[in-house]
């Protein structure tokens, strides 16, 4: 049996809710944990999750699109044990029940990844066997063969789910097989690792201005609703990130941002080009190809935090 065929077309942009508490980890000692993987419905067709502080510090969010024909799952977090995070079993479900829903006679899942760093593709081997079911390599001739691009990265290929067509653009500087996803249904603006609230490492900087050009050029000429990364890191005041490695984050900002905050990244690193280091600004933080003392910085802070927390009941 096969269900009518969605509009992903006309209904754009659909309506759906960022009105949610995301976890972010529980003081220590304090029982029971965070669930190892939240799930928020932003509409029917959109899902997205965030793996729990409690099971790796990191705490990507991963994203789920549905079209008529097959879903997307970007990114498979940061784990490898499905018993420690079960993302398998959770994708398994939520396909499941959008099939009970929507049902097909068919149905694909294509895992990708917004970059190939391993806080990202962790868990890819869940779906190793999975029945109509394709893992993209985390390598930049698997993104650009799958994908289709014959110009990377400056070219926008289209990506069709059944109707539900996204468009892709290659955003190296952070990793070199980073891409950015526009979905016109949704109007979220994808960014992955490259842009988020939170310290954004930078390998190469001429790679990484062009991508910010090409996220704005997007963000311009397109209905974007939110930016969305896969990290948040910074804390509600102004310049002030958690130390790495913190497992608890009360008093996280939102995850989506916006496309003047965008033009903002763009315009922060523009000044910062040629400045090799640490550079704060409200929302993020810009690490242009740091040196080791910044490395070894960042480092001592996250050491410093995890000490104190061994020491200070109650706390994380």
């Known amino acids: 049996m096969t269900d009518s065929t969605i509009d992903f077309a006309t209904g754009a942009l ?40 409690s099971v790796q510090y990191e705490a990507p969010f991963l994203y789920l699109l549905f079209g008529n024909d097959r879903a997307l ?47 990202h593709v962790a868990a890819d081997a869940q779906f190793d066997g999975r029945p109509n079911t394709t ?16 110009s990377w990265p400056e070219q926008i290929v289209h990506y069709d789910l059944g109707g539900r067509v996204l468009e892709i653009t290659g955003s190296p500087g952070h990793h070199r097989a980073a891409i950015t996803v526009y979905d016109p249904w949704t109007g979220f603006l994808l960014t992955g690792d490259t842009v988020y609230p939170g310290r954004l490492y930078v390998s190469d900087f001429p790679q990484f201005l062009a991508s910010l050009d090409r996220m704005t050029a997007l963000a311009d000429s397109r209905a974007v609703t939110h930016v969305l990364g896969c990290h948040i890191e910074m804390t509600r005041r102004p310049g002030r990130d958690y130390p790495i490695g913190s497992t608890y984050q009360p008093d996280e900002p939102p995850l989506e941002m916006t496309a003047a905050q965008l033009g903002e990244i763009r315009a922060a690193a523009a000044s910062v080009a040629s400045k090799r280091g640490v550079h704060r600004f409200d929302d993020f933080i810009i690490y242009n190809e740091p040196r080791v003392r910044h490395q070894l910085g960042l480092m001592g802070r996250g050491l410093l935090h995890k000490a104190y927390l061994a020491v200070t009941p109650g706390s994380r």
């Open 73 to 119: 799952l970007l990114d498979t977090g940061a784990t490898a044990d499905p018993e420690k995070f079960p993302l398998r079993a959770t994708i398994d479900q939520l396909v499941g029940e959008w099939l009970t829903r929507h049902p097909r006679e068919a149905y694909e899942l294509v895992v990708a990844h917004t970059h190939g760093h391993g806080d």
């Open 14 to 53: 659909a309506a759906g809710s960022l009105d949610v508490s995301w976890i972010h980890g529980v003081p220590a000692r304090r029982q029971p944990s965070d669930p190892p993987i939240q799930v928020h419905r932003y509409d029917e067709h959109t899902v997205i999750l965030r793996q729990s502080k």
């Open 135 to 150: 893992v993209v390599s985390r390598e930049l001739d698997a993104v650009k063969q799958h994908f289709g691009f014959t």
